[in-house]
């Protein structure tokens, strides 16, 4: 099995008033998701579902993903993904998809990383906005199990 733990692209700052749910991606965040899509392509990147925090600029991330892997499928809102997931909210929302054996999550750090770095048994694992960490198992994901195949840093985009 294979999971991708994919960062939001670079957001807005938060303006007083602004809830956080409603922060948009910047223009430069869009192009940086963009022009990875190359780069996703060529690393053979294509989950079968993927599963996006409701908040906007994740659901945005979600989207340019699809859209960047061509994929047929759009991506499935989950409020488990929201601030504060942990592994075991994740594994709920991929529990809804048994079928699937390659699943992109689309969330917040410090969670994403946190559950990377729970799975693989790592120290740490630095998810910049627009990163993402490709962890396989041989079997079913569990603490521990994983193996960090790759990291992706935003940098690698542009």
């Not at 998701?33 to 190359?38: G, P």
């Not at 390659?102 to 990383?113: E, I, N, S, T, Y």
């Not at 790592?122 to 790759?150: D, K, M, N, Y």
Request: proline fraction near 6%; glycine fraction near 8%.
């Amino acid at each position: 099995m294979i999971l991708y733990f994919v960062r939001h692209g670079k957001a807005e700052d938060r303006h007083d008033g602004q809830d956080d749910v409603s922060r948009q991606l910047t223009k430069g965040g869009e192009k940086a998701l963009k022009a990875a899509a190359q780069l996703w392509r060529q690393l053979n990147v294509r989950p079968d579902v993927v599963i996006t925090s409701p908040l906007k600029r994740a659901v945005q991330t979600a989207e340019l993903l699809c859209e960047g892997l061509k994929l047929s499928e759009a991506p499935v809102v989950d409020d488990r993904l929201q601030p504060g997931a942990e592994w075991a909210h994740l594994a709920q929302a991929m529990a809804d998809h048994p079928e699937a054996r390659r699943v992109a999550f689309v969330g917040h750090q410090p969670d994403l990383g946190a559950a990377a770095e729970l799975l693989t048994g790592a120290q740490s694992i630095r998810l910049r906005p627009a990163g993402v960490a490709c962890v396989e198992f041989s079997g079913t994901p569990e603490p521990g199990s994983g193996e960090l195949a790759w990291l992706l840093d935003p940098d690698l985009y542009g």
